[in-house]
């Protein structure tokens, strides 16, 4: 079987894990999002293409879900003693070891499919790991503080002010000039199901349906989500600010009205969204318990959006 | 007393130590070779400044006399697991920081000498630290083995192969069209004395003096320099095999002939060396112990120096 999953970042990497656990013969193919890469120290940073990575390739800080298993920070504390920032992304040392790798890779022509495939050389994460395009393309948060009205960067929103400033919008900038990297099309045009994991609808998989060519490529196939709403509240990050940025309500019945029946077949929610979900027109609506508590947990997810797929396949 | 010194890394470095210890008021300006440095996984490493400032700013490592104190080695073992090389040129993760901040900076624009100023910021080394060019000059040499006739980065040489293969020709390639860096030239015009620390004669203070203007500027000055040639041999590093590759005899008295008395006014050899070296012309020899086994002893050097220039000025 042929799958193709749409990435952002934490819950996506963890709900691949369970993917790959009850489908360990799967063709997986991932389409990551890049939306929120940054340049800092002069290193180009891939903030989800790497929690995928170390996630899949067993890097990953397991507590925290993002960032190397076993870190240190010394280069950290010499940056500052520089007093050279910005402080509020944390890197670590291993981290800071990939960004070096792929800048010095982007800077030698490379684009960025091969780099991360490069990477994955070592990570070996059991899937096909792409970027969603190998264009610059970077969300933007327009936000209105004692500072005025401005865009910032997606990080700065998120990782700095903890989107405690309300977004007045976001944006993909640069996503209508991008062209989807190399295989992304083709791997969707392969694929017998696409899912879109648990991942933030807005700035992850969002971004990655900005990308023009892949929103309609996604479409034609049968598609399966996971509802990253659970009881009205995200279940970790803040996709509530990011959707109340672009008008639509905090719940897993309001985010399936998003993506769309033309986009969307099959759609997972929690039990404790059951009762309330019902079947949306077009889209065929599942309750299941959707907390990606262990492996185990998160590979009866995997399986119920296999099985719902199964159901809706042609 | 305004007091120039022409260094290279360690030798250079620890003379320096010596030289503040025993003249604190004075005003120092150290023009620092460039010819070794050398660009490593997309970032700039200039391995002569950083031993000066790592040196005189306490950070150095004291046992090896080059990198950082309290030294970690993640990225280099994190570059080995991505199978990214070179591997034979060590960088710990301190130094790291170092190397980030300079590559950053030059990626936006300024030159080397403002770099490095900045660096200094932070080190506080206690003299003013200038790279003796901000034009990129890149000392390579010619060597022969079963890989056949090659020239080489002289860090390939002298770090990978230990110097081990004999040098044909060393060159500083970029050398001739390279301009002092600003504020080079106005610090020994101004100088009342310029020193040639116990640096390689060839590969460090040879380099600085290959930038055009230099020499004919160091010329016109009291110039006292300190052997780094002990009974024969280089206290430490591989002088002599590049001494050879320009045809110039490991002894103490044959290096101040190689400097030549257009350039250097005072010479000292150490007392092992003192019985065979006697005045050359035009140039005054004096011999003192030039182990610099601690602090005092440097000290004790560097007063010599002093005292010596103090004996020639006119």
Same mark, same amino acid.
């Given at each position: 079987?042929?799958?193709?999953?749409?990435?952002?970042?934490?819950?996506?990497?963890?709900?691949?894990?369970?993917?790959?656990?009850?489908?360990?013969?799967?063709?997986?193919?991932?389409?990551?999002?890049?939306?929120?890469?940054?340049?800092?120290?002069?290193?180009?940073?891939?903030?989800?293409?790497?929690?995928?990575?170390?996630?899949?390739?067993?890097?990953?800080?397991?507590?925290?879900?993002?960032?190397?298993?076993?870190?240190?920070?010394?280069?950290?504390?010499?940056?500052?003693?520089?007093?050279?920032?910005?402080?509020?992304?944390?890197?670590?040392?291993?981290?800071?070891?990939?960004?070096?790798?792929?800048?010095?890779?982007?800077?030698?022509?490379?684009?960025?499919? /091969?780099?991360?495939? !490069?990477?994955?050389?070592?990570?070996? @994460? =059991? *899937?096909?790991?792409?970027?969603?395009?190998? %264009?610059? &393309?970077?969300?933007?948060?327009?936000?209105?503080?004692?500072?005025?009205?401005?865009?910032?960067?997606?990080?700065?929103?998120?990782?700095?002010?903890?989107?405690?400033?309300?977004?007045?919008?976001? /944006?993909?900038?640069? !996503?209508?000039?991008?062209?989807?990297? @190399? =295989? *992304?099309?083709?791997?969707?045009?392969?694929? %017998?199901? &696409?899912?879109?994991?648990?991942?933030?609808?807005?700035?992850?998989?969002?971004?990655?349906?900005?990308?023009?060519?892949?929103?309609?490529?996604?479409?034609?196939?049968?598609?399966?989500?996971?509802?990253?709403?659970?009881?009205?509240?995200?279940?970790?990050?803040?996709?509530?600010?990011?959707?109340?940025?672009?008008?639509?309500?905090?719940?897993?019945?309001?985010?399936?009205?998003?993506?769309?029946?033309?986009?969307?077949?099959?759609?997972?929610?929690?039990?404790?969204?059951?009762?309330?979900?019902?079947?949306?027109?077009?889209?065929?609506?599942?309750?299941?318990?959707?907390?990606?508590?262990?492996?185990?947990?998160?590979?009866?997810?995997?399986?119920?959006?296999?099985?719902?797929?199964?159901?809706?396949?042609?």
């Amino acid at each position: 079987m042929r799958i193709v999953a749409l990435a952002g970042g934490i819950g996506g990497a963890r709900f691949l894990r369970g993917l790959l656990h009850t489908a360990p013969e799967a063709d997986i193919t991932v389409v990551g999002n890049t939306g929120d890469d940054i340049s800092l120290f002069g290193l180009r940073i891939c903030p989800d293409l790497d929690t995928v990575m170390y996630t899949l390739g067993g890097g990953i800080n397991e507590e925290q879900g993002w960032g190397r298993a076993d870190e240190t920070f010394t280069l950290r504390e010499e940056l500052a003693a520089y007093e050279v920032g910005p402080s509020w992304f944390t890197l670590g040392d291993r981290d800071f070891a990939t960004h070096i790798v792929r800048t010095q890779m982007l800077d030698a022509g490379y684009p960025l499919s /091969a780099v991360t495939e !490069a990477l994955c050389d070592r990570w070996r @994460p =059991g *899937v096909r790991l792409l970027p969603m395009t190998d %264009d610059r &393309v970077e969300t933007h948060v327009v936000i209105e503080d004692d500072a005025g009205k401005r865009a910032v960067h997606f990080q700065e929103w998120w990782v700095r002010l903890h989107a405690g400033t309300p977004a007045q919008s976001i /944006a993909a900038v640069g !996503a209508e000039d991008a062209k989807p990297a @190399p =295989g *992304v099309l083709e791997a969707i045009e392969a694929a %017998d199901l &696409v899912v879109l994991p648990p991942s933030n609808p807005v700035v992850s998989i969002g971004t990655i349906l900005a990308v023009p060519g892949i929103r309609a490529a996604v479409a034609a196939k049968t598609v399966v989500g996971v509802s990253p709403i659970i009881g009205g509240a995200p279940v970790r990050g803040m996709a509530d600010a990011c959707l109340t940025a672009i008008g639509v309500e905090t719940s897993a019945r309001a985010v399936a009205a998003h993506y769309g029946p033309d986009l969307l077949d099959g759609w997972l929610v929690d039990t404790a969204d059951g009762a309330t979900a019902g079947d949306l027109d077009g889209i065929a609506v599942r309750a299941r318990p959707l907390l990606m508590t262990d492996l185990e947990a998160t590979a009866d997810i995997a399986r119920a959006a296999l099985d719902l797929a199964g159901e809706l396949r042609p």
